[in-house]
């Protein structure tokens, strides 16, 4: 067996794509191998910002031989059907034998084809794998044609420690030669087989596997910090992109200046993330140190010193801005900048992000009667300032602060705690893994906010399609329902839908104006479909979800309180899990089976009460007195909201339906018997659909 090697040596990478471009081509050339008939052992893929590299062990060195079968043209067809028959397989007539097959004669070919040398197939394998590699942005280079994201400038790959000569035109060197860290160790080597490569670059100041950076990355920043008494801030997405940003890393640790320790710690962190891809330290007490870690991608001789000077520098030039922009901020009241928003555009068809807030102040305040503890004027002045911020300095030249700094800016300006709250915590949740809001005010303008975005984007069209949903509006969907659910918010959902698209016609904003009923359906369908996925993350299944949203409430709108329709759905749950809930829908099915056949045989309906004066078997008359009891206790409990006591009315029909199917012949010889049979399981059918559709329940 042999063991293929392929590295693809280039300009550095985006750190972003490095995972996904390793498990791609890793994909992309074993599924080749695989369609060449070249079994695969094990196959593992690797990125460093200027390298992908694969490896895939196990490999035959010569094809399988394959014999194909091939059916031609009927012996009697034109002499022209079968010359190109025999031409495209490359045969004579000789080679051919004659068959029957029913009632007509054909040629067959039985083709033999012998197995080439692995190292024969790979190169047009390999260099047609290669081209297929998918990037998110791609580009030439020098006068090629070939596309890539980045220009590539050497290939490795060799096979068993032999060169494989595939063809990548444009003057890409291809061979079994590497090279270690551009500064370092740029000198070229040769490599024959994985083991040895892998040591070759570590001795060359190359770490391959981007697992090991990031443990070398995480080991070296804690050692740092505990000599001087701190702790590395925990960042997973950052210890992910400096990894790829690095081929050797060195952990180096830096200070801030005292002079900028007085800003805002979101300020400080998200200026080291985001722009210098530094690591926070914090104190034992968890408070933000003057202190900070860069990772180098180079050993300097001095220990690092110019480095770290270098990157105090430009810290001090970014802290420096920032410092500017929070005392001017600070200048001017929030107040004062909402009318600033009226030159900041929504959406040109939506208005204004001045236009939003209004809507917003009312929304918000008509959502508040829905949240407990919430007062109605502290919403009106969060909702009121929410997007203030926006027109600041510092949320201009730091996005990722909207929200944040406004709290700053109110909590400077003396508005009460609960407001300045609000304006931070009305963009969230964000996305799964952020904390959804808790307080009376914030939840009250987040779900304000997250709806008004939704109606208004609904209402023009922009409704999320496939994959596409540039407005991130399921991202909004989502939020609302963890924002009603977490808080166990009582919202009638199509009441707030209805009047958010009248806050969008008071404003005259087209496409808004009449009762939007088809809107407001569309809305729901949405906020159902983003439940579905909601739950099944919590394990609970779609079907029963779709079999508790079917039934209408007692006014026969659709259901649209998120919060009774999941205890509603968890009821069904526990029932279908109990003996007599099984059984029942086993019943459930029967019935719907034999009452929809007939129906469909006889074109009519059996829709409506029995009569008792026809009920003669007393499995029958059981059945419809039970369905009675059931029915009015079911629908008790429902308005009680007390699922699972209608769950256990419902439970009590198995004992009755299980005895009318083993004694009563539904389909008997009298006409007028067998219609009120199949009423009473018409009428055992919509009994049931009380408290779900069972017709939606899978398994």
């Known amino acids: 067996m042999a063991q293929l090697l392929l590295e693809l040596f280039s300009e550095e990478i985006p750190a972003r794509m490095q995972v996904r471009a390793a498990e791609d081509l890793k994909t992309i050339v074993v599924e080749a191998l695989k369609t060449a008939n070249l079994a695969v052992g094990d196959a593992k893929a690797f990125a460093t910002p200027r390298r992908l590299a694969l490896v895939v062990d196990g490999l035959p060195d010569v094809q399988p031989d394959l014999t194909e079968e091939k059916r031609g043209p009927r012996t009697d067809a034109p002499m022209k059907a079968i010359d190109g028959f025999l031409a495209g397989n490359g045969i004579t007539l000789d080679q051919c034998e004659r068959r029957t097959v029913g009632k007509n004669e054909f040629w067959f070919a039985v083709l033999s084809r012998k197995g080439q040398r692995t190292i024969e197939v790979l190169p047009d394998l390999l260099a047609g794998a290669i081209r297929r590699l998918p990037w998110p942005k791609s580009m030439r280079w020098g006068e090629g044609t070939m596309r890539w994201v980045r220009p590539l400038s050497r290939v490795l790959c060799v096979l068993d420690g032999d060169p494989v000569m595939l063809d990548l035109g444009d003057r890409i060197p291809v061979g079994k030669t590497t090279s270690g860290h551009r500064f370092m160790s740029p000198a070229p080597f040769d490599v024959g087989f994985f083991d040895d490569y892998a040591k070759m670059l570590q001795r060359n100041k190359v770490v391959l596997d981007p697992a090991i950076r990031r443990s070398l990355i995480e080991q070296q920043a804690s050692k740092l910090a505990d000599a001087v008494g701190l702790a590395v801030k925990r960042d997973a997405g950052l210890l992910a992109e400096v990894a790829g940003l690095v081929e050797w890393p060195a952990c180096l640790i830096g200070s801030i200046d005292e002079a900028y320790m007085g800003l805002p710690a979101e300020v400080l962190t998200t200026s080291m993330r985001t722009h210098q891809r530094y690591f926070s330290l914090t104190t034992k007490e968890g408070a933000l140190a003057p202190r900070f870690i860069v990772v180098a991608n180079i050993e300097a001789s001095d220990g690092g010193a110019a480095i770290v000077a270098g990157n105090e520098r430009v810290l001090r030039a970014r802290l420096s801005d920032a ?126 906010d997250k709806i008004d975005t939704l109606v208004g984007f609904f209402g023009i069209g922009e409704k999320p399609t496939g994959s596409r949903d540039p407005f991130a509006l399921r991202r909004a969907a989502l939020g609302a329902i963890r924002i009603v659910l977490e808080n166990g918010l009582r919202l009638p959902l199509a009441d707030a ?203």
Request: charge should be negative; charged fraction near 30%; aromatic fraction near 6%.
């Open 323 to 448: 410092k500017f922009f929070w005392d001017q901020d600070r200048k001017e009241k929030l107040e004062s900048r909402v009318p600033a928003l009226g030159a900041m555009v929504f959406h040109e068809k939506l208005g204004t992000l001045e236009d939003k807030v209004t809507r917003l102040q009312a929304l918000a305040v008509e959502l508040s009667a829905y949240v407990p503890g919430a007062d109605r004027d502290m919403v009106r002045s969060a909702a009121t300032l929410a997007k203030a911020d926006l027109t600041t300095g510092m949320v201009g030249e730091f996005p990722e602060l909207q929200g944040v700094m406004g709290r700053y800016y109110a909590l400077h300006e003396g508005e009460r705690a609960e407001v300045a709250d609000a304006i931070a915590e009305h963009y969230a949740p964000q996305g799964p893994n952020d904390a959804c809001p808790t307080r009376p005010l914030s939840v009250s303008v987040a779900l304000a």
């Open 497 to 699: 839908f209805t009047k958010a698209r009248q806050l969008y016609a008071e404003a005259g904003a087209a496409g808004f104006a009449g009762d939007g009923g088809q809107a407001v359906a569309e809305l729901i369908d949405f906020f159902a479909d983003r439940l579905k996925v909601h739950l099944r993350e919590k394990g609970v299944r779609h079907d029963l979800v779709s079999a508790v949203l079917a039934v209408n409430k007692a006014d026969g709108t659709r259901e649209d309180d998120l919060v009774r329709l999941v205890a509603r759905a968890d009821a069904l749950r526990k029932f279908l899990e109990s003996d007599d809930g099984a059984n029942l829908l086993t019943a459930y099915r029967r019935a719907s089976n034999i009452v929809g056949i007939e129906e469909k045989k006889d074109k009519t309906s059996y829709a409506g009460m029995s009569q008792s004066d026809l009920l003669r078997q007393k499995e029958e008359r059981h059945l419809a007195e039970h369905l009675g009891q059931s029915a009015s206790g079911a629908e008790d409990a429902i308005t009680a909201e007390n699922f699972v006591a209608a769950m256990e009315a419902m439970s009590r029909l198995r004992a009755p339906v299980d005895a009318f199917f083993d004694h009563v012949t539904v389909n008997c010889d009298e006409p007028a018997l067998r219609m009120n049979r199949l009423r009473l399981l018409s009428q055992f059918r919509s009994t049931m659909s009380k408290i779900a559709d069972f017709g939606q329940i899978e398994g």
